[in-house]
């Protein structure tokens, strides 16, 4: 079982920047794909990010590339997720998932493990 924590999330003005933290229980962390969803009221579920298990393949949803920016840290089981530009549209719960593979996805079914999310709020 994987247990995963975010942390980093806040308010930010618009323009700011946020980097959020995703920590891994797990010590092979680095067998699995990690992704970034988030999840605004009255919104599904979405994907931002993610990364493959040696973090030399990442992906990013339209709406982010070029201002958000995904890396890890096999050695420290942390995935982050450096947000810059950061813009009302933003403001969402960010959760981190996890799956055993080398591969990533983009839909949250692919993925057996979760966070508990962090808040981030941009005001305008």
């Given at each position: ?87 009302p549209e933003d403001t ?12 990533y996805y983009t839909r ?17």
């Open positions: 079982q994987v247990q995963l924590v975010e942390s980093g999330g806040g308010l930010v003005q618009a323009g700011g920047s946020l980097r959020l933290s995703c920590a891994a229980s797990e010590r092979t962390f680095s067998s699995y794909a990690v992704g970034w969803f988030r999840h605004a009221p009255g919104k599904e579920r979405n994907f931002v990010a993610a990364i493959n298990w040696t973090g030399g393949s990442t992906y990013y949803a339209d709406s982010v590339k070029g201002r958000f920016t995904i890396s890890r840290d096999n050695a420290k089981n942390t995935v982050y997720l450096q947000m810059n530009s950061l813009k969402a719960v960010y959760y981190c998932a996890a799956k055993s593979g080398s591969d949250t079914f692919h993925y057996d493990y979760w966070g508990q999310g962090t808040q981030v709020t941009v005001s305008s």
